[in-house]
């Protein structure tokens, strides 16, 4: 992927950052029902595209059915959000790291 920032350094003047500094602001709401859920979610980056990269821990890595779930209600709670938001992206730890 082009263009894919983990945490822009700069004033959010351009597109990357402007989205960037949005989407971790209005992704608190699903972190803490996901904390509650015993997981989390992290921005990851995100593409001039609109693809959202997403780092998901806890219980719900464990399966691809539980993954899949989990990022179909992040995406369609940041789309609901942010227009920009073309896709959600998850990237999951190694599985040793979520025992």
């Given amino acids: 992927m082009d263009e894919i920032f983990e945490e822009p350094d700069t004033d959010?003047?351009?597109?990357?950052?402007?989205?960037?500094?949005?989407?971790?602001?209005?992704?608190?709401?699903?972190r803490c029902e996901l904390i509650l859920s015993g997981g989390d979610v992290r921005l990851a980056g995100v593409a001039v595209d609109g693809?959202?990269?997403?780092?998901?821990?806890?219980?719900f890595t464990r399966t691809c059915e539980g993954k899949?779930?989990?990022v179909s209600r992040i995406e369609g709670?940041?789309?609901e959000r942010d227009n920009r938001v073309t896709?959600?992206?998850?990237?999951?730890?190694?599985?040793e790291e979520t025992l």
């Avoid at 693809?51 to 219980?59: E, K, S």
């Avoid at 896709?87 to 599985?95: E, G, I, S, T």
Wanted: aromatic share 10%; net charge positive.
């Fill in 51 to 59: 693809r959202v990269i997403v780092r998901l821990m806890g219980p």
């Fill in 68 to 70: 899949r779930e989990i």
């Fill in 12 to 30: 959010g003047s351009d597109f990357i950052e402007s989205f960037y500094l949005s989407l971790s602001q209005i992704m608190d709401p699903i």
């Fill in 77 to 79: 709670y940041l789309k």
């Fill in 87 to 95: 896709a959600v992206l998850p990237v999951c730890p190694r599985p």
